[in-house]
């Protein structure tokens, strides 16, 4: 879905302000259930050390990239880690292990053919019978993409990821506004929380984002690009949970973009959207980029005629994202 414009400010006075008064009441509604399900479950015990990488609002705080930089951290320490994802909009029996030559994103979506990357991935919606597949396979810690509101498996970590710029939107719970339950709710459930930046000299407003008294570690990290964009005219197109911030760090690298297209979060793109944006691309006489998320969405005869733009996590301090990792470890042998 795109997000409604109503989703991005508490102001009373903007735009949209009496559509979200209007249904603030489902919303409370949305919440209660939510907390209903998380405490009438009763967790399943975890073979291994579970970190769950999750936030409180829907899409596009960089979940899946701190996860890839968590798994990476993970090898240095040591450790055979495994990816766990619920496999969303996937066709796949699950569980099931991801084989990136084998899988599409049509068969187990596209943030577990990402994570495939780093290590072994795997698809559970429940994550249960995931995490004890992984193990089985080899795994002794298992890094899970999202989940901070699935209580079906327990979690040795919960950390949140929140976006430092848009924050919690509305600061509204679904769908009045961006959030999948209450800020200090969500926040209670952390054992950190993880800012996402634009850049690395960019200050968060710890107040706004209800972070200046938690007594759990708050780290910050950006995205990076692992490669230059290419160059020349770019004609950008993203289909993520905000893909401004696509089109905005491409322009921060010095790219020459021509033009930009957004899309919902994990949208399937047709023949007609490929159509459009090669007739796009070719009026502006430039090159299709698009997210590697996105891009392992795209049928793979289009996948070589567009570039895949790769980025990556970055830690103000990484030694504080390894002890992270060891002291999952040693609360799960304790």
């Known amino acids: 879905m795109r ?5 991005e400010t508490e102001a009373p006075r903007s735009s949209g302000a009496l559509t979200r008064a209007l249904i603030s009441p489902l919303g409370w509604i949305y919440a209660a259930m939510t907390a209903r399900r998380i405490a009438n479950t009763v967790p399943a015990k975890a073979p291994a050390p579970v970190i769950c990488v999750g936030n409180i609002t829907l899409g596009g705080t960089g979940k899946t990239p701190v996860a890839l930089a968590l798994l990476e951290a993970a090898r240095r320490l040591g450790r055979t880690p495994a990816a766990l ?3 969303w909009k996937g066709t796949l029996p699950t569980p099931a292990k991801v084989e ?10 596209d943030e577990p053919l990402l994570l495939a990357r780093a290590a072994p991935a795997y698809i559970d919606p429940g994550r249960v019978q995931g995490a004890h597949l992984a193990v089985e396979q080899g795994a002794d810690l298992i890094i899970m993409d999202d989940g901070h509101q699935n209580p079906k498996l327990e ?5 949140v990821v929140v976006d430092a710029v848009s924050g919690w939107g509305a600061n509204k719970v679904f769908p009045a506004g961006p959030l999948r339950e209450p800020v200090k709710t969500g926040l209670a459930r952390a054992d950190a929380v993880i800012v ?3 850049s690395p000299d960019f200050q968060p407003n710890y107040r706004k984002l209800q972070l200046e008294d938690l007594n759990i570690p708050v780290l910050t990290a950006w995205l990076e690009p692992s490669a230059p964009a290419p160059e020349g005219p770019l004609l950008a197109f993203a289909g993520i949970g905000r893909p401004q911030k696509f089109f905005d760090a491409l322009k921060a690298d ?9 899309f919902p979060d994990h949208h399937g793109f047709s023949a007609g959207d490929i159509a459009r944006l090669k007739d796009l691309a070719e009026a ?11 891009w392992v969405r795209l049928p793979q005869d289009v996948q070589t005629q567009v570039a895949a733009w790769p980025v990556r996590a970055t830690f103000a301090e990484p030694s504080r994202v390894e002890a992270l990792i060891e002291r999952a470890v040693e609360r799960f042998e304790a």
Do not use: N
């Open 100 to 109: 990136p030559d084998l899988h599409t994103a049509r068969d187990v979506g």
């Open 3 to 7: 997000p409604p414009a109503f989703w």
């Open 196 to 198: 996402m930046m634009p």
């Open 284 to 294: 502006h006489h430039a090159q299709l980029i698009t997210t590697e998320k996105d």
């Open 254 to 262: 010095g790219a020459e973009l021509a033009d930009a297209v957004s």
């Open 85 to 87: 994802s619920r496999g």
């Open 155 to 159: 979690k040795t970590l919960s950390i």
